[in-house]
């Protein structure tokens, strides 16, 4: 090739044309929540669940939309929706909230025109406006007196939201679990008003038949539901008894 001679163009290589601009959509920010997803890196000694279950908090819109309420927890939403399917918290109700912490269904208790709310948790709860908050396990033998001490009249509803601390064994956390929704539900026939409401979280998969009875016996209607606030994937289900019968 003579030094006048034009140089080849290898092929493969890039045009010698103006380079059109690639046009990137601009992000919809109403759904940017949605469309973000992130990722959790598994730290030293942390355990798969454990990076799952932060993956999983911080991805979830109940999550970030609690956060932007200033609500204590996501299962505020839950209590919402079940309020508004079974109208269950009237205005100046007195509502006794067992497994308070950390105070998201008092919270929701209080907007929705609840007159008191008294709580119970072994976990300490942060002040929330005239609530009265019981540090104490629910399954203390003192804890019923402690609590009627506070009430000091008999409550329009009693909520529960308690779940046993898991072991790991599925059968005895369950039982475990049982246990907890039976004591709530003594305690509740025990100090409610006539006409009062119980909702109590539970777990698909059996041992509730007893409970059912029981329930059906002293209340006018008792059914079960699932907030769609509640996780897909999570076995838990609300019963919902209305119309407590004081003569049973």
Not at 129 to 139: T, Y
Not at 187 to 198: C, D, N, R, V
Request: proline letters at 5%; aromatic letters at 6%; a positive charge.
């Amino acid at each position: 090739m003579t030094e006048n001679e034009p140089k080849k163009r290898m092929s493969g290589g890039k045009p010698e044309t103006a380079k059109r601009e690639r046009q990137t959509k601009p992000i919809d920010m109403n759904n940017a929540t949605r469309m973000m997803t992130h990722k959790v890196k598994t730290a030293r000694g942390r355990k798969i669940s454990s990076k799952l279950w932060i993956e999983r908090q911080i991805n979830d819109p109940y999550v970030k939309e609690a956060k932007i309420k200033g609500y204590r927890s996501r299962a505020a939403f839950k209590l919402l929706e079940l309020n508004t399917k079974f109208e269950l918290i009237k205005k100046d109700a007195l509502v006794v909230d067992l497994g308070c912490a950390p105070g998201g269904w008092v919270q929701i208790a209080l907007k929705l025109g609840a007159d008191r709310v008294v709580g119970i948790d072994l976990l300490p709860v942060e002040p929330i406006g005239s609530a009265d908050m019981i540090e104490m396990d629910f399954m203390n033998k003192n804890a019923p007196k402690v609590l009627r001490e506070k009430l000091k009249r008999k409550p329009d509803i009693v909520l529960s939201d308690l779940a046993a601390n898991t072991t790991g064994h599925r059968q005895t956390d369950h039982l475990k679990t049982v246990a907890l929704v039976e004591s709530a539900a003594d305690f509740a026939m025990e100090i409610l008003k006539p006409g009062g409401s119980f909702v109590t979280k539970v777990f698909q998969g059996g041992a509730e038949e007893k409970l059912l009875a029981m329930l059906k016996k002293s209340f006018k209607t008792v059914k079960h539901a699932k907030p769609k606030s509640s996780r897909a994937g999570s076995p838990e289900m609300y019963l919902v008894a209305k119309g407590y019968r004081h003569n049973n």
